[in-house]
């Protein structure tokens, strides 16, 4: 609790200035140092509504660790709250990509707070952060949001079908299929999800599971163009590999 008082410190001396934490941006590492030890943050969100940084704590340090060793450093608290002007003597480190593995308490806290309704709203804006980085060809960094979105929301079958699709533009086929059979068992009719994974199985030279999954993309839609397309294209491929 002494330690907890101390970063919650409300004399004037002890806070950085309003200024200060302005500049900081969601990403951003930064210390304090108490007691001898470098206490380690990283900030998640920052709400201005609330006037509210949202962070992960890492597990204290007798020793400053160097930009590099970050990710090494063990987690002790996977998310709190806290005042903007809650921290003494703030230092930045570095700045570091929020991941997915790093908002697990935050969206845990956002569950346990928050409405559906409010949750929906954080789980759309990151579909639409990924869909601008899809745009960018971004794609690893895509999928991350769309991550982000799926697991607030696990029957966001659009964000995995567009994770899919980023998966599809790496290359990773296999990755892919595994997100469209996702899709799949939240939106049984997928005409796109059931001829995106009949795409996947001819890149990866499965022809005969291309032609089920073509057959099946027809069921849906006998009159689907690029289903009977590649159909086509999947039975001649059979043909003269027999």
């Known amino acids: 609790m002494k330690f907890l008082r101390k970063i919650f410190n409300k004399s004037p001396k002890n806070q950085i200035s309003p200024d200060s934490t302005t500049q900081l941006a969601e990403g951003d590492i930064f210390y304090t140092f108490i007691d001898q030890q470098y206490h380690i943050y990283k900030l998640l969100k920052i709400d201005n509504e609330t006037d509210a940084f949202h962070v992960l704590n890492y597990k204290s340090q007798t020793t400053l660790p160097d930009k590099d060793s970050i990710d090494e450093l063990a987690v002790q ?11 003494t003597d703030l230092k930045v480190l570095t700045n570091s990509v929020v991941t997915e593995d790093d908002l697990i308490g935050y969206h845990e806290y956002l569950r346990q707070t928050q ?17 601008e980085l899809t745009d960018e060809k971004k794609h690893e960094e895509a999928i991350e949001k769309y991550s982000m979105a799926i697991e607030l ?20 086929w296999t990755d892919a299929i595994e997100d469209f059979r996702l899709s799949l068992a939240i939106n049984p009719e997928s005409l796109l999800a059931e001829f995106s994974i009949g795409e996947c199985f001819l890149r990866l030279s499965d022809y005969q599971q291309a032609k089920e999954q073509f057959e099946k993309a027809l069921i849906i839609d006998p009159s689907h163009q690029p289903s009977q ?7 001649q491929l059979l043909q003269s590999s027999s």
Not at 115 to 131: C, P, R, T
Not at 153 to 172: S, T
């Open 153 to 172: 929301v696990p029957d966001f079958y659009e964000a995995i079908d567009n994770r899919a699709f980023c998966k599809m533009d790496l290359g990773r």
């Open 77 to 87: 608290v996977y998310h709190f709250p806290i005042d903007k002007n809650g921290f």
């Open 115 to 131: 409405g559906f309704d409010e949750i929906a709203v954080k789980a759309n804006s990151y579909f639409s952060e990924a869909y």
């Open 229 to 235: 397309d590649f159909l086509i294209k999947a039975n």
